[in-house]
């Protein structure tokens, strides 16, 4: 599970490199430091919402001598306009965050991706949008 974890960071460590994204505050999803409210800028919240074990690997990943597990794991980055801006920059943002997961995913796991409708979230007072990926990759197991 910590390799899950990982890759999800390597992703979004390389999307906070970004400099169109350079003015969009990532942080985890139920981390320990909370966002400031109300917000003051863009924020993304990145989370895993499904992950699937399944033993062996497809494709080759792994030769036969080694064992290991396939995971398939659905993440979301909300992106949150602060309040009173109307959401004004919320679709460009998120068309530049679809194309930018592209380039961030070096190591091509992600196998799909796509950017949901404008959604109001009362907590926050705020509107976001749901970028949704899923990635799928294999583990090799330590003996």
């Known amino acids: 599970m910590i390799e899950i974890g990982r890759q999800t ?3 979004v460590r390389r999307l906070k490199r970004r400099a169109r994204l350079a003015h969009v505050r990532f942080v985890r999803e139920y981390a320990a430091e909370r966002a ?3 917000l003051s800028g863009m ?3 990145v989370g895993i919402t499904q992950t699937v ?3 062996g690997c497809i ?3 792994l030769s036969s001598s080694e064992r290991g597990e396939r995971y398939s794991v659905k ?3 909300r992106v949150y306009a602060p309040p009173g801006e109307n ?3 919320l679709s460009e943002l998120v068309g530049c965050l679809l194309e930018d997961l592209e380039t961030a995913d070096e190591e091509q796991v992600i196998t799909g991706a796509a950017a949901g409708s404008i959604e109001f979230d009362p907590d926050w007072n705020a509107v976001f949008r749901r ?3 899923d990635m799928a990759f294999c583990v090799r197991e330590e003996d």
């Open 87 to 89: 959401g004004t920059g």
């Open 59 to 61: 494709g080759g990943y």
């Open 131 to 133: 970028v949704q990926f």
């Open 9 to 11: 960071d390597r992703i």
């Open 43 to 45: 924020l993304a919240v």
């Open 36 to 38: 400031e409210m109300p």
């Open 53 to 55: 074990r399944e033993k």
């Open 75 to 77: 993440a979301e980055i």
